[in-house]
């Protein structure tokens, strides 16, 4: 149930992330007016046979879209690719990160029927056989066992805490997205200023809005995209690593409610050992 919740969560993320792209990249009109309202405009003299006459009424419209690469530049290709590369590991790790990849169903009840029918040798091959994360736990274990159970015990935790750190590593990068991308749009944004203040500093008149607005614009968008990555990428990062956190701790307590069905789980290291011969037996 958590984890289809966390799943529906970073969905319903991605779908909202993906309709506001969606609604803010609509074409819309841009205009801009210098001097007298438009109606004068187009009141200016015919005859004047240059294009500064056009020019003086008001701009061709732009799309949002241009405007927003125009604006954004280098800093927002790096900022995009960030992107797509969120949203990749966010959906590698939806598709890993789940309850039956890492505890299959199907394998949990095989397992337990081979040691409930005292077939230790079965129970070791079907651990051997599959690449789960519960498997590899258990298979570790029961090579194991012939050095006793707390030694088993042991090495299940072992394998268990480096899975554990595989799978945070891979969610960890989307730790580093929603760190670097806002320091991306921050860079965007102070290189942005210094262009406005530039054409302050190099003209003899004040500037025209007009003038300003370059790197004005791409102060905020920068800051405006940064942000725009940085913020999903956070919110699936905590879901996923919680849901890791959870998945783990029930691996744990799974496996180890298997192994305690064998003969010797209280028997320590003096009680029979039915452990399997493992692939490459001690001597």
């Known amino acids: 149930m958590m984890s289809t919740l966390s799943r529906r969560h970073i969905l319903a993320l991605l779908t909202v992330l993906i309709a506001v792209m969606t609604v803010a990249f609509n074409p819309i009109e841009q205009t801009t007016s210098y001097g007298q309202d438009a109606p004068a405009a ?7 046979g240059t294009e500064e006459g056009a020019a003086s009424g008001t701009k061709p419209p732009k799309s949002f879209l241009g405007w927003l ?7 927002g290709l790096i900022i995009l690719i960030l992107s797509f590369i969120m949203v990749a590991v966010v959906m590698m790790n939806l598709l890993q990160v789940r309850r039956d990849v890492l505890i299959p169903p199907d394998f949990v009840e095989n397992f337990e029927e081979k040691i409930n029918a005292k077939d230790y040798q079965g129970a070791y091959e079907v651990a051997r056989s599959d690449d789960s994360f519960i498997a590899r736990v258990l298979t570790n274990g029961l090579s194991k066992l012939n050095r006793g159970y707390e030694e088993a015990i042991e090495g299940m935790q072992e394998v268990g805490e480096e899975e554990n750190m595989t799978l945070e590593h891979r969610v960890s990068y989307l730790a580093l997205i929603g760190a670097i991308a806002p320091m991306f749009g921050l860079m965007g944004t102070v290189y942005g200023m ?12 004040s500037p025209k809005p007009s003038e300003l607005a370059e790197g004005i614009s791409t102060a905020l968008f920068t ?17 996923l690593k919680n849901q890791i956190s959870k998945l783990v701790l029930e691996v744990g307590i799974i496996s180890e409610g298997l192994m305690s ?6 028997g320590g290291k003096g009680a029979a050992a039915p452990a399997p011969a493992p692939a490459a037996p001690e001597k």
């Not at 690469?69 to 800093?75: D, L, M, R, V, Y």
């Not at 210094?194 to 008149?205: V, Y």
């Open 223 to 239: 800051t405006l995209e940064g942000l725009f990555v940085a913020i999903p990428a956070m919110i699936a990062y905590t879901l």
């Open 261 to 266: 069905k064998l003969p010797m789980a209280g």
């Open 69 to 75: 690469i125009e604006a954004s530049g280098f800093f």
């Open 194 to 205: 210094i262009m406005s203040f530039e054409k302050i500093a190099q003209s003899a008149t």
């Open 42 to 48: 187009e009141e200016a003299p015919a005859d004047s």
